[in-house]
């Protein structure tokens, strides 16, 4: 086994102790706090973590806050001991340290079966902000009951989509217990208003996302939805709030009423949008006017302007909403949004060399030490690991991981002897610990951390064949238990029920997986506006919200695709087995959008508000823009759907480059508007 300081062939024996990083002082201070009885002096801290000795009480007195309140805030409770007769106010007489159960997380013990419904949980949050939490918690009990080897059932595996930048900006502020502003466009008025909120839950209602929270101008709870959201949320972080205590998201939204069904008149083009002519009726001819030539008048059953636009503007002039006025003044907006996004001027960018990381954000001291706080325990609970596994499971490169442990192996009880600090070895790349200073147990889940499981268990709930078992209800106490009082705000977060309407396509392709045949599929395509009949090899079932999909090797494409239950329009097996040995795609859950070598890369610039697409059409590079927004790269199969795309998102997302694609788009949606008039 190589010596503790020759780490994969690097030399750290000679690092700088005296300019240590603020992660290591925190570090350093945080084990020497928890291995000492009776406490240490300020000056023995002073001397001995922080190798201070300029003599400056004052600045070093402010450091030693700093870091203590910084300690507090993950969640260590440092204890202020005195001498007895004397007082706090004596810095010679007073003494600090950390109970060694302090913010420990309890030893959880879980079956396999309760693995496959805690893994399942944690991985619908896929493509959030919470879906980091997600993976958090998931290390924290893989360090104590080491990795599970756990399956994931074919045809269970829901996942889901939350609104955009906006909900993580929400789930942020609202766990900060920070107050938000932001712009809305109220459904009594149809007019903007800038809103400023103490934002209490998030829920999903009616297939849209609601924030209910203390609506500071009308001093009472108040219901947003998001997609009513017209700007970017801004957090007042140098504000807080103190919500209601016994607030629950889900039975809130449950007194909501469901917003009544009204009927929308649109004129479509003769010939075009199968999927909306599915869904309409010939218009009863009470309006005055006729459609245009080379149009037909239909009507449409909607409960939510707001969506119903968004579609609408999509269809650019092969559709024209006639009425209500409100639906006809959204489409309108999101029209003359899209069209002065385009005619903007486009910011200066550069995008980095290599390809973008998923979500990625600047790493600070904050995110280094919580992540070595999973790290040790997770290293004793499974020792042995390859390094480039480790570093895999905590989603960061291999360099990253050595800085880590650079920092670790120089970390241990003040004195710094070698039977003081920190173990860790490898051999042929397989990691292991020996000296742990009493950091093998993790810290107790984040409120993040306890929203994300808590909230996905409950939403597993609308799965009856999860349901039915005892792992979920199990499971879900064992978690409740040891996340204590994170565990109820939980209770601030309520996800869409994921329960698949199409039961009986689900059962066909379920049925199908299990017995490796194959299926003849008659589908709708709206992006290319007709149905086509393939077939099919099936692979799994996932879901984004309440929209279920099938991942496939359509032999049409020779290639993966996937499709959308509510688009199928006949789908049976033919009598043939499978023929593909092909597995499902990579990762959990299946992209929606597979890359192929012929693709279009295409460079689009996103607004804050709509920042999110670059992580949901997997964007292969970006760069930071002033106003919070990003340029991505972007590959696309199709580019002719993309001015529906543009539209589609009303001044979030326009085309740069190619050039053609960029006038393309703007010539669709300026004639989109010539239909409205101009």
Not at 145 to 163: C, H, M, S, T, Y
Not at 594 to 603: E, G
């Amino acid at each position: 086994m190589l010596p503790r300081f020759l780490l994969s062939g690097t030399d750290f024996s000679n690092v700088a102790r005296v300019s240590a990083s603020r992660t290591e002082r925190l570090l350093n201070l945080l084990i020497a706090l928890l291995n000492t009885k009776y406490g240490l002096r300020r000056s023995e801290l002073r001397e001995k973590v922080y190798h201070d000795t300029s003599g400056n009480d004052v600045s070093f007195g402010r450091m030693f806050e700093r870091d203590k309140n910084e300690l507090r805030q993950f969640g260590f409770d440092v204890e202020t001991v005195t001498d007895l007769g004397w007082s706090e106010d004596d810095p010679a007489t007073t003494r600090y340290r950390i109970g060694k159960e302090s913010n420990r997380l309890p030893d959880v013990q879980l079956s396999p079966g309760e693995w496959t419904v805690l893994l399942l949980a944690s991985q619908l949050w896929e493509r959030a902000a919470l879906g980091t939490a997600a993976e958090n918690a998931l290390r924290k009990l893989q360090a104590s009951n080491g990795l599970a080897d756990v399956e994931l059932p074919v045809g269970v595996q829901p996942r889901i989509k939350p609104a955009g930048q906006a909900f993580d900006d929400l789930v942020a502020a609202m766990h900060a217990q920070h107050p938000v502003s932001f712009t809305y466009l109220a459904g009594t008025t149809g007019s903007e208003e800038k809103r400023t909120v103490e934002p209490w839950g998030l829920g999903s209602r009616f297939g849209q996302w609601y924030l209910a929270g203390y609506d500071r101008s009308r001093q009472a709870l108040r219901h947003f939805r998001l997609s009513r959201l017209t700007s970017a949320v801004s957090v007042l972080d140098t504000e807080k709030y103190s919500p209601p205590k016994d607030f629950n998201i889900r039975e809130d939204l449950d007194s909501l009423p469901e917003l009544p069904l009204r009927t929308a008149v649109v004129d479509v083009r003769t010939g075009r949008l199968l999927g909306l002519r599915q869904r309409g009726l010939p218009a009863d001819g009470k309006l005055k006017g006729q459609p245009d030539a080379g149009y037909e008048r239909l009507q449409l059953h909607f409960r939510d302007a707001e969506v119903l636009a968004e579609e609408l503007a999509s269809y650019g002039p092969d559709a024209m909403a006639v009425a209500p006025d409100e639906l006809v003044a959204a489409v309108r907006r999101r029209l003359h949004a899209a069209a002065d996004f385009c005619a903007a001027p486009v910011p200066a960018f550069e995008f980095a060399d290599a390809p973008r990381a998923r979500a990625a954000r600047k790493r600070t001291s904050e995110d280094q030490l919580k992540r070595m706080l999973q790290l040790v325990p997770f290293l004793v609970h499974n020792q042995g690991l390859h390094i480039q596994e480790v570093a895999g499971r905590f989603g960061i490169t291999r360099k990253e991981l050595e800085e880590d442990l650079q920092i670790l192996i120089c970390s241990g009880l003040p004195g710094g002897y070698p039977d003081d600090l920190l173990d860790i070895q490898w051999e042929d790349d397989h990691v292991y610990i020996t000296q742990d200073l009493d950091l093998k147990r993790p810290v107790r889940f984040t409120v993040e951390e306890a929203c994300a499981l808590l909230t996905g268990l409950e939403t597993l709930n609308g799965l009856p064949e999860i349901a039915e078992g005892g792992a979920l209800e199990s499971v879900t106490l064992k978690l409740m238990a040891a996340a204590g009082e994170e565990g109820l705000r939980a209770a601030t977060l309520a996800a869409p029920e994921v329960g698949p309407a199409e039961s009986a396509i689900v059962e066909v392709v379920r049925n199908a997986i299990g017995a490796r045949a194959q299926l003849h599929l008659v589908y709708l395509s709206p992006q290319r506006d007709k149905v086509s009949e393939r077939e099919v090899d099936p692979l799994r079932l996932y879901s984004l919200d309440s929209t279920w999909y099938f991942e496939a090797y359509c032999h049409s494409a020779q290639g993966l695709r996937n499709f959308r239950l509510d688009r199928v329009q006949e789908l049976h097996p033919n009598g043939k087995q499978a023929s593909t040995q092909l597995a499902p795609g990579e990762g959990f859950p299946a992209k929606l959008f597979t890359p192929n070598d012929d693709d279009t890369t295409v460079t689009v610039q996103l607004t804050r508000k709509g920042a999110g697409l670059a992580d949901d059409y997997y964007a292969e590079r970006t760069a930071e823009l002033p106003d919070g927004g990003l340029a991505a790269e972007i590959r696309f199969g199709n580019t002719a759907w993309l001015p529906m795309f543009v539209a589609q998102h009303g001044g979030a997302v326009r085309i740069l480059e190619p050039a053609e694609l960029a006038e393309s788009a703007q010539q669709w949606i300026e004639a989109s508007l010539a239909r409205y008039g101009g």
